[in-house]
């Protein structure tokens, strides 16, 4: 069963955007921290973007600052992630979870940015 489920990514050309989606049947994302995390080939994974437990408090990796939104609809309980002006060295598995306590991690979105 999947717990955490992305999906949204793609190949797009440098300065084109994507947004990114994450959602659970199974946990909840309102009483949490969430972030979106980033794995690229031969680097070690890295949180981009985190978010309060109600959205409003966020927090931004330099690399993406002013380029990503994090956000997140409890009503729904789906995490997104806007990613606006992409370049190369975005180019990655992007995953979502929670903060501190991270449940079992999903398949990922692949993210694939072209010069």
């Known amino acids: 069963q999947v717990m955490l489920a992305e999906s949204g990514g793609g190949m797009v050309q440098t300065g084109e955007s994507l947004k990114l989606t994450c959602a659970s049947r199974?946990?909840?994302?309102?009483?949490?921290?969430m972030g979106w995390y980033r794995r690229a080939p031969g680097k070690e994974l890295e949180l981009v973007a985190s978010?309060?437990?109600?959205?409003?408090?966020?927090h931004y990796d330099t690399s993406v600052k002013g380029r990503f939104t994090i956000s997140k609809d409890n009503t729904k309980n789906i995490l997104y992630l806007q990613m606006n002006d992409l370049k190369p060295e975005d180019t990655a598995m992007y995953y979502c979870?929670?903060?501190?306590?991270?449940?079992?991690w999903g398949q990922g979105t692949q993210v694939t940015v072209s010069s």
């Open positions: 199974r946990h909840t994302f309102s009483t949490e921290y």
């Open positions: 978010c309060a437990w109600d959205g409003r408090q966020t």
């Open positions: 979870n929670a903060l501190g306590s991270p449940w079992p």
